[in-house]
């Protein structure tokens, strides 16, 4: 509403779209191993990259993978880079104090996953070459649809420092995604 | 110009809904066209793609497209958000250039994944007529309204296309809806919005499709009868449906004219009318006789994978002239409400 | 073998965090008709429009050629929107002359544009999920990662941040004027994305770009001097892949070894005389003298220390200010590209670059995997 004579110079359209994304079955088959706590991926069966999660083909050579190319992968790995947020307030933003946010290269895959949180330590204290591993979320707090492939979803609610000496720069040089 | 023709052709199954994500439903599609065309990745100089971020649901969703091609290493590509009819002008246009004489164009969609009738109300003008959620079967609707108005064609005329597209869609592997029907037996059906009925509207089907390029001789060295691009043109008409003649395509029109549509004649024409009426108008605009073969796959009224369906009328066109024998064919796609923005992609095989 | 090509017309608003007084429609009307005026041209001189902007959640118009077509005199003419994330600018410049260079079109009105205030880009980077990281979120690790192999000081950082704001002083159409800005300033400014500062940072601009590019014929009877292109190219790369380096793209090398091959450049540092590249967070512009080979791995922060990329410097990169001083996002990487054309023809004003023969524009995008460059010259080729 305005007062007569003020000119409106917005108006505010908040539109709402539905949108159902069915699981692709090599998604579905990462979400229900997680759920039953195992990290999996594919091998690539021409160049033996590690992908997780898997995406049902390699990209470098265009060779499809299947459930046949499935090798299990550590929970555990190590900090490659990260990046601390202090989050910006947008319509759905549920985050409110600073966090971090790591990518994670796990014993066993050949790439990093991105954007995994980190947990249960100061953040001055994060740096590469840490030594890490996963925090399972409760089992029945594990959603297997959840994440449509980004990261790891629900069953992993993040990273947590496990102690051990950090990993040389030849580990994660390579891999600071 | 250059002389550029189509090579090979590959589509994906249209279907209801896809359980793969986009980029699944397009690696196969892609490695097969490259397969049919007897080229290798290596060879391919220029990538084009097209696809709709709000059709997947997400931003930049065209970005993981990429993995479908073989990106690595890095490869001459670019993205057009539209059909991947415009995506292959773009290709022909760089073929031009004398440098490359290989491109890979590919279109994809996942229209299931939410309600089309409200996310192409996002197409319209954001300040006036998209807060009217005026839908695009409603403005089809409108624009069917407008020809019998004209008195150019009767309801029973647009039962007729869609019956045909239902009888061609049988022999269609790719066809979502088909059927042995009759014009009669659409007629009966009730409205879905006056004056078109459910028939008269296409399926909401998930697809994917990719064609392969070549310039010059070295057509003729992979592909025994390839599909020259004769003409090739887009235009676009005003946006509002409110200030133009919506009982004629005047972009229609001029594209086909500047694509020579009439310069010899056309024995099969595959024509992007998602809605029945569509196809009456387009006939009239591009000037195909009664004598014509339109749609024999079946149109965009069986299977409209949306971000496809041109490309897929191209590709049907190119069939044509490879698979089935024919001389000089036509592919025709289009955007907008209303038959907005339409283009024409004149074929010819080898005399 | 194909059609010179000679940019003869650029326009640009003014880029601001809010544009209340112009719809979407009438922003690119106004850099559009800017251009036109520049090139000496009409509305009905045009043949063809080319357009280009980033995600359509940004605004929430789906396809907005469509909606556009009228606000652009393209009734009745082809109308294409390219997008190719945030080179989109870039690429959409180099699709515009791909038709004048293959003789299809001979005078292209190409305008790339984004209206953040009528959005909101954060969400919409995000895809409407909580959590979303947002440009600054998702590079930082990037830069990190380069400081962490150049061992370069942490000032250099504030120094790119510092030399680009005192640009934007310059250029009457810039976002972000800071007045009294400072190396302490930038320092001192809130952390972001640890490592990047505020001041390190771009804002979010309302704004467009428009050119007006044309044929050889078009490009002799220009009365005010043309651009002439001498060479464009285009490079996408897989975002993600075990072992991919994300500092130093090998899509960004590629794109930039082509470009240079076309233009007949062999020693890109002696013979490019103005760059404008994007640069979103200040330590891009090291990480970006490296991937466009003006200096060493490791070394591109020399550069920035030792004062070459100043405007006063040896080899002045954003003269314009650059996207650290306006980032209207899908008009970004077209402003690069005109802030070029404008250096070889001598129309940029205060922050003109003394004697610039030959110019670099650069766009890049997505996850530091979509490219877009293209030569200029003063001369034609």
Redesign the interface.
């Known amino acids: 509403m305005s007062e007569q004579g003020d000119v409106i110079k917005f108006m505010p359209q908040v539109i709402s779209l539905d949108y159902i994304v069915r699981t692709a079955p090599v998604n579905a088959e990462f979400g229900r191993n997680m759920q039953a706590g195992r990290v999996t991926g594919h091998k690539c069966p021409q160049c033996a990259r590690v992908y997780v999660p898997p995406k049902g083909f390699c990209p470098i050579c265009v060779v499809e993978t299947s459930k046949a190319d499935e090798v299990p992968v550590t929970d555990r790995g190590v900090v490659t880079s990260w990046t601390v947020l202090t989050p910006i307030q947008y319509h759905g933003q549920n985050e409110r104090e600073d966090y971090a946010l790591a990518s994670i290269l796990l014993d066993g895959a050949s790439g990093t996953i991105g954007q995994q949180r980190l947990l249960d330590v100061p953040l001055p204290e994060i740096r590469m070459g840490m030594r890490v591993e996963a925090v399972w979320a409760p089992e029945d707090k594990r959603n297997e649809d959840d994440g449509r492939g980004w990261g790891f979803g629900s069953a992993i609610t993040g990273f947590k420092p496990t102690g051990e000496p950090d990993a040389g720069p030849e580990i994660y040089e390579e891999h600071q995604l | 110009m250059r002389d550029v023709a189509i090579v090979s052709f590959a589509q994906a199954p249209s279907l209801a809904a896809v359980d793969k994500t986009e980029t699944q439903m397009l690696y196969p599609v892609i490695t097969s066209a490259i397969e049919r065309s007897g080229l290798g990745r290596k060879d391919i100089g220029f990538t084009c793609s097209g696809s709709a971020d709000y059709l997947a649901g997400a931003p930049f969703a065209f970005v993981s497209n990429l993995e479908a091609t073989g990106a690595w290493p890095p490869i001459s590509e670019s993205h057009v958000e539209m059909d991947g009819a415009f995506a292959l002008y773009e290709a022909w246009v760089r073929l031009q250039h004398g440098d490359v004489d290989v491109a890979l164009v590919f279109s994809s969609g996942v229209s299931s994944r939410g309600n089309l009738r409200e996310i192409l109300c996002l197409q319209n003008d954001p300040y006036y007529l998209m807060p009217l959620w005026a839908d695009h079967v409603s403005l089809a609707a409108l624009q069917a309204r407008a020809l019998l108005d004209a008195g150019l064609a009767k309801e029973s005329d647009l039962s007729e296309v869609a019956a045909r597209a239902r009888r061609n869609g049988q022999a269609n592997p790719n066809a979502q809806v088909s059927g042995d029907v009759t014009a009669d037996e659409l007629l009966s059906e009730p409205y879905l919005v006056a004056p078109l009925r459910p028939s008269d509207c296409p399926p909401v089907s998930d697809g994917a499709a990719a064609v392969i390029l070549v310039a010059g001789e070295r057509a003729r060295d992979v592909c025994e009868r390839p599909a020259w691009i004769r003409g090739i043109d887009h235009r676009v008409d005003p946006h509002y449906p409110g200030v133009r003649d919506l009982s004629t395509s005047a972009s229609a029109a001029l594209a086909a004219a500047n694509a020579g549509v009439a310069d010899a004649p056309i024995e099969v024409a595959e024509l992007a009318a998602a809605f029945s009426h569509e196809e009456l108008i387009l006939r009239d605009a591009l000037g195909l006789g009664d004598d014509v073969d339109v749609n024999p796959s079946g149109g965009a009224l069986v299977a409209n994978p949306m971000m496809v369906s041109g490309l897929i009328r191209i590709g049907e066109a190119f069939r044509q002239i490879n698979e089935k024998g024919k001389q000089r064919t036509l592919g025709h796609a289009t955007s907008g409400p209303c038959l907005q923005q339409n283009l024409v992609c004149v074929l010819e095989a080898d005399s | 073998?194909?059609e010179r090509c000679a940019v003869v017309g650029v326009g640009q608003t003014h880029h601001v965090k809010v544009r209340?007084?112009v719809?979407?429609a009438g922003l690119l009307r106004e850099a559009s008709i800017r251009a036109l005026e520049d090139a000496e041209l009409d509305w009905k001189d045009i043949d063809s429009v080319v357009i280009g902007t980033a995600?359509?959640?940004?605004?929430?118009?789906?396809?907005p050629?469509?909606?556009?077509?009228?606000a652009l005199g393209?009734?009745?003419?082809?109308?294409?929107?390219?997008?190719?994330?945030g080179s989109v600018g870039g690429?959409t410049a180099?699709?515009a002359s791909?038709?004048i260079?293959?003789?299809?079109r001979e005078r292209v009105l190409t305008v790339a544009f984004e209206k953040q205030s009528?959005g909101?880009t954060?969400?919409?980077?995000?895809?409407?999920?909580?959590?979303?990281?947002?440009a600054g979120?998702y590079f930082?690790?990037?830069i990190?990662?380069y400081i962490?192999?150049s061992k370069a000081p942490e000032y250099v950082g504030w120094m790119v941040a510092v030399k680009d704001r005192l640009n934007a002083l310059k250029n009457p159409y810039a976002h972000l004027r800071v007045e009294d800005i400072s190396l302490e300033m930038v320092r001192d400014s809130?952390?972001?994305?640890?490592?990047v500062r505020r001041l390190e940072s771009c804002p979010a601009s309302d704004g467009a770009c428009a050119m007006v590019l044309t044929n050889e014929k078009g490009g002799d009877a220009a009365s005010k001097p043309p651009a002439w292109v001498h060479g464009t190219?285009?490079?996408?790369?897989?975002?993600?892949?075990?072992?991919?380096?994300?500092?130093n793209?090998?899509?960004g090398q590629?794109?930039a070894a082509?470009v240079y091959a076309q233009a007949g450049i062999t020693n890109p540092r002696e013979e490019i005389d103005a760059v404008e590249c994007y640069v979103p967070f200040s330590w891009y512009e090291p990480m970006w003298m490296e991937n466009l080979g003006f200096a060493d791995l490791g070394k591109g922060w020399t550069l920035t220390e030792d004062g070459v990329t100043a405007l006063d410097g040896d080899l002045p990169v954003n003269a314009s200010g650059g996207v650290l001083s306006s980032n209207p996002i899908g008009a970004s990487g077209m402003l690069r590209f005109a802030e070029a054309a404008l250096q070889v023809r001598g129309l940029a004003g205060e922050h003109q670059v003394e004697d610039v023969r030959t110019a670099l524009g650069h766009a890049y995008g997505?996850?530091s995997?979509f490219f877009a460059m293209w030569i200029l010259r003063a001369a034609k080729p």
């Open positions: 073998m194909s209340d007084d719809s979407l995600p359509d959640s940004f605004e929430g118009v789906m396809m050629e469509l909606y556009l077509a009228d393209a009734s009745g003419k082809p109308i294409m929107r390219v997008h190719t994330a690429s180099i699709v791909h038709l260079q293959s003789g299809v009528e909101d954060t969400w919409g980077l995000s895809g409407g999920r909580s959590g979303g990281v947002g979120g930082a690790p990037h990190r990662a962490a192999r809130p952390m972001v994305w640890e490592p190219a285009m490079r996408s790369e897989l975002g993600q892949f075990p072992g991919r380096d994300p500092v793209p090998k899509g590629d794109c082509d997505g996850a995997q």
